[in-house]
């Protein structure tokens, strides 16, 4: 049998994917997927709620279509099953903002070849040290808005029945500790996280009418001491720092723990043998953006995290298939 020959269909289609992430964002922005689930199901009925030309409906429904956010079936339209679950606005599992959370840097990412030539000494905080209070709002309001879902598939996988205090190191809008608490009402939280962050999550949790039960607490959790607690999580910011930043932050963690508290690290890890997944892969990559620190994590670096601060029954465990693993420790007492 002849050897199959090699062509440049994947890298053509790598080196356009760019043009998906176009389609996806700009149907979100004009809110194509909410008018589909409202009944504007047809090219003339969505080019007049959108005020879009026919001409650029169709040219736009029909990209969705061939990328699977929308089914055609003659001339109706409908959205596909997760579109219509996240992205039609209004809706309880409503993701748009998060969905177009990475498109500030979408000017930065064609330049990243001149950015990774950058030999400035990198920065420990990046553009968060820029932070302000609106920056973050906005920042936060994306986000919340899957983060909620992920604090309640935290509360459901770890038993937290009988714990008195959580810390959510670098907590953004409070999401974690906002599920924790509606799912254990004997438990109180501290959101840690930069002064300005801290104001808006005070905002997210007065909104869920938390506010005596949660706290945010303004510091910089790579320098400063932690208050403390018997349940310590770290979700969602793992690339952004370094090794040893990160083990820094997991040995102070380990100090600040009661006896027989335990620490989950949550976020996107390599695999033992660091050739994937992807998505762990391009946060790490997109660090060069803002000369950080951070890097791609294995699950294997971050289990040594762990083990070299003090823990004891270190584990590591799937929490998003995919996406995102949970590694948590057990500090003895």
Same mark, same amino acid.
């Given at each position: 049998?002849?050897?199959?020959?090699?062509?440049?269909?994947?890298? =053509?289609?790598?080196?356009?994917?760019?043009?998906?992430?176009?389609?996806?964002? #700009?149907?979100? +922005?004009?809110?194509?997927? %909410?008018?589909?689930?409202?009944?504007? *199901?047809? !090219? *003339?009925?969505?080019?007049? $709620?959108?005020?879009? %030309?026919?001409?650029?409906?169709?040219?736009?429904?029909?990209?969705?279509? #061939?990328?699977?956010?929308?089914?055609?079936?003659?001339?109706?339209? /409908?959205? $596909?099953? *997760?579109?219509?679950?996240?992205?039609?606005?209004?809706? +309880?599992?409503?993701?748009?903002?998060?969905?177009? @959370?990475?498109?500030?840097?979408?000017?930065?990412?064609?330049?990243?070849?001149?950015?990774?030539?950058?030999?400035?000494?990198?920065?420990?905080?990046? /553009?968060?040290?820029? @932070?302000?209070? +609106?920056? $973050?709002?906005?920042?936060?309001?994306?986000?919340?808005?899957?983060?909620?879902?992920?604090?309640? /598939?935290?509360?459901?996988?770890?038993?937290?029945?009988?714990?008195?205090?959580?810390?959510?190191?670098?907590?953004?809008?409070?999401?974690?500790?906002?599920?924790?608490?509606?799912?254990?009402?004997?438990?109180?939280?501290?959101?840690? &996280?930069?002064?300005? !962050?801290?104001?808006?999550?005070?905002? @997210?949790?007065?909104?869920?009418?938390?506010?005596?039960?949660?706290?945010?607490?303004?510091? &910089?959790?790579?320098?400063?001491?932690?208050?403390?607690?018997? !349940?310590?999580?770290?979700?969602?910011?793992?690339?952004?720092?370094?090794?040893?930043?990160? =083990?820094?932050?997991?040995?102070?963690?380990?100090? #600040?723990?009661?006896?027989?508290?335990?620490?989950?690290?949550?976020? +996107?890890?390599?695999?033992?043998?660091?050739?994937?997944?992807? &998505?762990?892969?391009?946060?790490?990559?997109?660090?060069?953006?803002?000369?950080? %620190?951070?890097?791609?994590?294995?699950?294997? *670096?971050?289990?040594?995290?762990?083990?070299?601060?003090?823990?004891?029954?270190?584990?590591?465990?799937?929490?998003?298939?995919?996406?995102?693993?949970?590694?948590?420790?057990?500090?003895?007492?």
């Amino acid at each position: 049998m002849a050897e199959k020959r090699s062509d440049t269909v994947r890298l =053509q289609r790598m080196v356009r994917a760019y043009r998906e992430s176009a389609a996806l964002m #700009a149907a979100i +922005e004009l809110g194509l997927f %909410t008018q589909v689930s409202r009944g504007a *199901d047809t !090219v *003339d009925t969505l080019a007049a $709620a959108l005020n879009v %030309t026919a001409l650029n409906v169709e040219r736009l429904a029909t990209a969705c279509v #061939a990328l699977g956010l929308l089914e055609r079936e003659g001339e109706r339209l /409908r959205n $596909a099953p *997760d579109v219509e679950r996240y992205l039609v606005e209004g809706t +309880e599992h409503y993701a748009g903002p998060w969905m177009l @959370f990475t498109k500030p840097g979408w000017e930065r990412w064609g330049r990243l070849s001149d950015l990774l030539r950058n030999l400035e000494p990198p920065s420990r905080l990046g /553009r968060y040290a820029e @932070f302000t209070v +609106e920056s $973050a709002r906005a920042y936060h309001l994306a986000t919340y808005s899957i983060g909620l879902g992920a604090g309640r /598939r935290f509360a459901r996988q770890v038993k937290l029945a009988g714990r008195t205090r959580l810390l959510d190191l670098g907590g953004g809008s409070g999401a974690y500790c906002i599920a924790a608490c509606q799912a254990n009402p004997g438990l109180t939280a501290v959101v840690f &996280d930069l002064p300005p !962050v801290c104001e808006v999550a005070r905002e @997210f949790i007065a909104e869920h009418g938390l506010a005596e039960r949660i706290t945010a607490q303004g510091g &910089d959790f790579t320098a400063d001491a932690f208050p403390e607690a018997d !349940v310590i999580v770290m979700a969602s910011n793992l690339p952004i720092y370094g090794p040893e930043i990160i =083990q820094q932050v997991i040995g102070k963690a380990y100090a #600040a723990l009661l006896p027989g508290g335990e620490m989950h690290l949550i976020g +996107e890890m390599l695999n033992a043998e660091r050739t994937g997944p992807v &998505d762990p892969a391009l946060w790490g990559l997109s660090e060069a953006l803002d000369n950080t %620190t951070g890097l791609a994590h294995s699950v294997d *670096d971050c289990a040594g995290y762990f083990r070299s601060a003090g823990f004891a029954d270190v584990a590591v465990h799937e929490f998003v298939p995919g996406t995102l693993n949970r590694v948590h420790g057990r500090k003895a007492g």
